[in-house]
C-alpha cells in the first residue's frame, strides 16, 4: 500500500534563507508526483510535476526532485519571502489506477 | 477562464440533513473527484469518476453519493448516515487517470451541527 510522508510537518524560517521540503513514498511504481501550495481555507494551486521518467523539475524559485529508486522528492525554495508562507502538499499517482496519494503537508511560514 | 468552481463556500447544516456540495468544471477534463480534508491529515478520496455516468468509491465512501450526468459537473451528497460530515471539501478533475496533473477548486467547508 502506497504511503506518502512528508518531513517536517512545520518549518519556520526568516526571509531570503533557501530551504527544502521532503517527501518520501513507499512505493516506486508511480506516474507522477505532484508538489501543490495550499492557502489556509483555500484549495491546493499544482507547483510542479515531475513524470515518473523525470529527475526534476523547475518553476521560477521553485525546484523539484524526483528519485523513484530511493521513493523520496524534494522542493527547493530559494531566496524564501512571506508570501511563500503557506502549507506544501506532495501526492504520487500510483501506476495503475486514479487514485492519488497525498502527504499531510509541510506548514510553511517565512518571517519577514 | 477555465477552471473548476465549487459551491457553496461555506455551507452549515443541522444533523439529519442531507446536503449537496457542487462542483463544475469547463477544463474539458474526464475525470474528477472528491476528496475531503482534516485538520493536520492529507486529503482522502471519496469518490471518483473517470467518464460521464460513471463512478467508483474511494477510500472513504460510506455516507456520501454522487452522480456525474454531464462532463462537467460531479455533485457530491452527504447523506444523513456520514457520521462525521464537518471539514473541507475539495473537488478536483485531470485529463484521465495515468500521467495527468490534477486541478483543484478552492473548496466548500460544511459544517454540521
Redo the contacts between chains.
Sequence with gaps: KQE?TQIPAALSVPEGENLVLNCSFTDSAI??L?W?RQDP??????LL?I??SQREQTSGRLNASLDKSSGRSTLYIAASQPGDSATY?C?V?PVG?????????TRLFVKA | DGGITQSPKYLFRKEGQNVTLSCEQNLNHDAMYWYRQDPGQGLRLIYYSQIVNDFQKGDIAEGYSVSREKKESFPLTVTSAQKNPTAFYLCASSMGGGPYEQYFGPGTRLTVT
Design positions: 506518502v506516474y507522477n505532484q501543490f481555507g483555500k484549495g491546493l494551486t499544482s510535476l513524470q515518473s502538499l501526492a499517482r489506477g486514479f487514485k492519488t496519494i497525498f502527504g499531510a503537508g
